[in-house]
């Protein structure tokens, strides 16, 4: 287990990465724009490594999401992971450990920036898109559990 604390600079921008970018990643940029940073400055972007552009966000989603109280941006659709993305973001957060590893390849030079959404938990979040509601409120959970894990490294004390 590798518990490092990855440096972060004061103003930050947070690319949050999964799949498809229907589901995970949308999730938790909603979650980190709403709960975590309502800091001026802070910026928070989503992308999937294997989406399909302009794909609309799974139903679920916005259903959960509205029944915690999120707001939901007018503009929820997917989009493709690029490397100026990467290049832009202070921090990437994934929500699995094998899709660290595939930007990682794409990437090298990206390595100390890419972490895992749940690495202080020591968990992976995964897909919840074949499942039922109670699945994405789980996910939706554990997405909530695993950005308030990461407030001691991105907020100042």
């Not at 724009?33 to 794909?55: C, T």
């Not at 450990?97 to 920036?113: D, F, L, S, W």
Request: with cysteine.
């Amino acid at each position: 287990m590798h518990f490092h604390k990855p440096r972060i600079r004061p103003v930050l921008n947070l690319l949050l990465i999964c799949h498809a970018n229907v589901c995970r990643s949308r999730m938790a940029e909603c979650v980190f724009r709403q709960v975590l940073f309502n800091a001026e400055g802070e910026r928070v972007l989503s992308a999937g490594l294997a989406a399909v552009s302009g794909k609309p966000v799974h139903e679920l989603v916005k259903t959960v999401l509205l029944e915690r109280g999120y707001t939901i941006p007018s503009e929820l659709s997917s989009v493709r992971l690029i490397a100026p993305m990467l290049a832009w973001a202070d921090l990437v957060l994934v929500m699995e450990t094998a899709q660290r590893r595939e930007i990682v390849r794409r990437h090298p030079t990206m390595a100390g920036k890419v972490w895992t959404l749940g690495h202080w938990l020591d968990c992976e979040i995964h897909d919840p898109v074949c499942g039922d509601k109670a699945r994405f409120d789980a996910t939706l959970t554990l997405i909530e559990r695993s950005a308030r894990s990461w407030l001691p490294v991105l907020v100042p004390q």
